[in-house]
């Protein structure tokens, strides 16, 4: 059986959210040959997921690590994953039926693509749904150091981090996603970029909830040190994979 592993971090009152992503990914409907694996990680004590979640589904697996921020232990959840590709959702989004399946088929059929998102509606907190489709990039290939660009011009991502699906070598090769307290998942997505072609699907993957308890809506989110910090290793990681792809090292000269 060839396995899709779907990561999901979860803290404090996020875990009420659970229910919902657990009944996104039982409307999946995979090829033959084909399921799915729940790595769900508490991040910290006292987050009790279990409570929010069937205790007979094989298919869920739920442990915990010390408090360490959502990208810690999506990295955690990873470490504990078995899956060819390992697919990301948040405790508090979810899947549109068919994303698996459509992650699946491209990286079944391009070889050469590492990574893929998808597009996203926000689903606000009366139910009601919004769309950004203007801002989405066309549907097919994404090449390799096209993120970076975009990133490096408007300093927010093209597409959405909280949609990749990736093959599992590479996210293995980047150690998962990046140590920060926020945008870690963007530094995930310009590793990968300067690393490996993506794709975007042009169906919608994903519902994105919007709720004043998450880590986006925090003040310290856009602006101030903390984000230039993160915004500034972000870029110098991702610059020191795009020259060491490029055939130099991390300090300019050749590769050996």
């Known amino acids: 059986m060839n396995i899709v592993s779907v990561v999901t971090p979860v803290h404090g009152d996020a875990a009420r959210f659970l229910p919902d992503a657990y009944a996104s990914l039982l409307s999946q409907d995979l090829p033959d040959g084909w399921s799915w694996e729940w790595c769900v990680q508490e991040d910290?004590?006292?987050v009790r997921a279990r409570s929010h979640l069937p205790a007979d589904d094989p298919?869920?697996?739920v442990s915990a690590s010390r408090a360490g921020g959502p990208h810690v232990a999506r990295t955690m959840a990873?470490?504990?994953s078995t899956g060819r590709y390992v697919k990301t959702l948040d405790s508090d989004d979810q899947l549109t039926p068919g994303a698996l399946a459509r992650d699946v088929a491209v990286l079944e059929e391009h070889a050469s693509v590492g990574w893929t998102t998808?597009?996203?509606v926000d689903l606000l907190e009366d139910g009601s749904t919004v769309s950004f489709e203007l801002s989405d990039p066309r549907p097919g290939r994404l090449l390799r150091g096209s993120a970076f660009d975009f990133w490096a011009e408007h300093r927010r991502p093209h597409v959405h981090p909280a949609t990749l699906c990736v093959r599992r070598p590479l996210m293995a090769l980047l150690g998962g996603w990046m140590a920060l307290p926020a945008s870690g998942d963007t530094g995930l997505l310009l590793g990968l970029d300067a690393l490996a072609d993506g794709w975007f699907?042009?169906?919608t993957g994903l519902m994105y909830?919007?709720?004043g308890g998450q880590i986006t809506a925090h003040p310290d989110h856009r602006n101030g040190a903390e984000w230039e910090a993160r915004m500034s290793l972000i870029r110098e990681h991702a610059e020191a994979l795009r020259a060491w792809a490029a055939g130099k090292d991390a300090v300019g000269g050749e590769q050996r």
């Open 209 to 211: 909830r919007k709720h």
């Open 118 to 120: 998808s597009r996203v």
């Open 59 to 61: 298919r869920i697996r």
């Open 201 to 203: 699907i042009g169906d």
């Open 78 to 80: 990873f470490a504990r």
């Open 44 to 46: 910290g004590s006292d």
